[in-house]
């Protein structure tokens, strides 16, 4: 997990946004409860205009962690990329 994690943060530092999504992925496999992990997903899956996914992972974020400090915020960014996946259609 830290050689995952540091190349994580090399690949953003660059904006390698493919190959963090590979890094995140492979971090999931070996720790697929990681809360933080996959608030990362679900902001990288954001960005990358994968609302779905996106919502998905920020779903099993608030899962994990109702109580996180971020959590308001989380559920603000659900309602509004619901939204935007329901446009896609």
Known sequence: MRILRNLK????????????????????LIA??????????????ERLECFRAALEDFRQYLRLQPRASDAFDIRRRLVELDARAARLN
């Open 32 to 45: 697929p409860d990681s809360a933080a992990e996959l608030r990362d997903r679900g902001e990288l899956h």
């Open 9 to 28: 943060a090399i690949y953003a530092q660059q904006q390698a946004w493919d190959k963090v999504l590979i890094a995140l992925n492979r971090m999931l």
